[in-house]
Structures are given as structure tokens and as C-alpha cells.
């Protein structure tokens, strides 16, 4: 990303912020019946972090180099940001702050001790990303699960790639929206940490060209966590799924996250994961992760 590109990023991400706060919303007077702009004025966020109009006008415009972290914590105060949204700010600053700032190498494969804690959870889907949401490394029961997002022969298989290009990935999440949602914010809150990596630019600019769909969630400057939640799938073999996910960071592996799916015991999600386990078991073909030549590297 280039620092004009990165500027933009920061006055888009600003001013979409501010757009979305009242008057109300922030405690202030809302004198006159027509305000002129959507959301609080560039004066009133200035008063409300401290900082001179001239000073917040700078930084909306797009330079935010050389802020204090004081100033960046007053700012995400009176922008009402949330956890997600703060560190998005402080990573653009940070960006920003380096002309020469070395981007994170995503990883693009996975230690074999790792693949061995995969494959001894035997009654969940366990899976590894990285930051790009590429698919590095899954046990057979999420193979299974994750059948039609495989089903490509594309590698590495990229979640984000499948939620918007694939024709299937409307009917494989039965909260599809949600779901488009949840992946372009997630994968701008990476870009704000790597923005100069050249293999997520790639993603991003494939998945503009595209998707339509990606480049109306992509504009709203959304930025979220994905930790945990409730994932709902609608698998082509054992059918509905109601899962409860967790997405952990491996601190042994700095970029890559293991994600597992879980379904309370006796419901028909936990009888729909036997079903599963069953039916993978039966397979000879399940599709993998990996190229062939992967799997001849990891044999």
C-alpha cells in the first residue's frame, strides 16, 4: 500500500467513524435544527479529545505519523471505537509512523507437531489460518466439514476468497450476511497491520474486482475481532450444523490462529458431528488443504 493509499485508508477510516456518532450520542448540544454533515463535525471531535480543529483536521486528512498515543487513545475515546476499531487506528498511526516499515512474512505452512495436535482432536473440526485466511493446516473431521470450501483446486484455500466468489457460499452459511460481513472486516482490521504486505494487497485487489459484495462491505470501513461466536452451516452430506466456534492465537507461532468447532452434548449439531466423523471416515478422496506436493514434503 502505498502512503497515498495508506492516507486514504486513515481519512476514510475517520471520517466514517465521526459520520456515525450524534450529538446525543456524544453528550454535546446540537444546536440548530439542519446540521450540515452526518454525525458529529470535525470541531466537536476535536473538543472531545483535546486537540486543536487544526490539529484533528491534519490527522482526518489522512496523517496521523508521529501521534501520540495519548492523542490516539483521546481520539478513539471520542469516536466511541471499540476494541477492534482502537487497534485498526493505532496500526494505521503505526504504519504511518515507519517509512520503511517491514511487512510480516504470512506463513504458508505449518510445523509438524502442530498437524500432530490437530489430529489427535478426533471429535471437533480443528483448522490453522493465517492472517490472510488462507487454509494451512486442518484435522479430518474439519476436511470434512470444510468440503465445499476445498472443493476448488486452488491452494492455499482462502476462506475469504470462497465467502465471496464461490457460488456455493451463500447455501453453505445459512448466515450469510453476517458472515461476508464479519471476513471483510476481519480483513481489514489485517490490512491495518500489514498494509504493505504484497500477498494480501493481491486478495484484496482480487476480491475488488470481483465482488460487488466485497467492495460495498469493503467501503464501510468496518473493522471487527472474530474470537468466538456461533457459526451455522449447512453441510451438503449431514446438513445443518449449529456450531459454537473459538479462534485462539498460538503464541508458539507467531500470524496463526487455530479455530475449533464444538456443538453441546446431545444436541442434534453433536449427533450431526458423529454423522460426520462417519461419513469422512468412508471417504477416499477427501479433499485435503494441502497440493500434492505438500503432502509429499510432510510424508
Not at 456455493?168 to 476481519?186: C, L, T
Not at 460495498?216 to 457459526?231: C, E, I, L, N, Y
Amino acid at each position: 500500500m502505498s502512503s497515498r493509499d495508506l492516507r486514504a485508508e486513515v481519512r476514510e477510516f475517520l471520517s466514517s467513524r465521526r459520520a456515525r456518532i450524534s450529538p446525543q450520542d456524544a453528550c454535546l448540544p446540537a444546536y440548530g435544527a439542519n446540521r450540515r454533515v452526518k454525525g458529529l463535525r470535525r470541531e466537536e471531535v476535536a473538543l472531545l479529545a483535546g486537540v486543536s480543529v487544526d490539529y484533528y483536521v491534519r490527522m482526518e486528512r489522512g496523517t496521523l505519523g508521529g501521534t501520540s498515543d495519548s492523542v490516539l487513545d483521546a481520539l478513539a475515546k471520542a469516536l466511541h471505537l471499540d476494541e477492534a476499531e482502537r487497534e485498526h487506528l493505532f496500526a494505521l498511526a503505526e504504519a504511518q509512523g515507519r517509512r520503511k516499515r517491514r511487512h510480516n512474512v504470512y506463513p504458508t505452512s505449518v510445523r509438524a507437531p502442530i498437524q500432530q495436535v490437530l489430529d489427535a482432536v478426533t471429535e471437533a473440526p480443528a483448522w490453522i489460518r493465517n492472517g490472510r485466511h488462507d487454509i494451512l493446516a486442518m484435522n479430518q473431521l474439519a476436511r470434512a466439514l470444510y468440503s465445499p470450501v476445498l472443493a476448488s483446486d486452488r491452494r492455499p484455500a482462502n476462506t475469504t476468497r470462497f465467502i465471496y466468489l464461490a457460488p456455493e457460499a451463500p447455501a453453505f452459511f445459512v448466515d450469510y450476511d453476517q458472515v461476508a460481513d464479519d471476513a471483510a472486516a476481519m480483513l481489514r482490521l489485517e490490512a491495518g497491520r500489514n498494509p504493505h504486505d504484497p500477498s494480501l494487497i493481491e486478495l484484496i485487489g482480487e476480491l475488488s474486482t470481483r465482488s460487488e459484495l466485497f467492495r460495498q462491505r469493503w467501503a464501510s470501513q468496518d473493522v471487527r475481532f472474530h474470537r468466538s461466536g456461533r457459526k451455522r452451516l449447512r453441510h451438503p452430506v449431514v446438513g445443518q450444523l449449529d456450531l459454537d466456534f473459538e479462534a485462539m492465537d498460538l503464541p508458539s507461532e507467531p500470524g496463526l490462529r487455530l479455530n475449533i468447532y464444538t456443538a453441546a452434548a446431545g444436541t442434534p449439531t453433536s449427533d450431526g458431528l458423529k454423522l460426520l466423523a462417519s461419513w469422512a471416515a468412508s471417504q477416499e478422496n477427501l479433499p485435503t488443504e494441502q497440493t500434492p506436493a505438500d503432502q509429499r514434503r510432510r510424508a
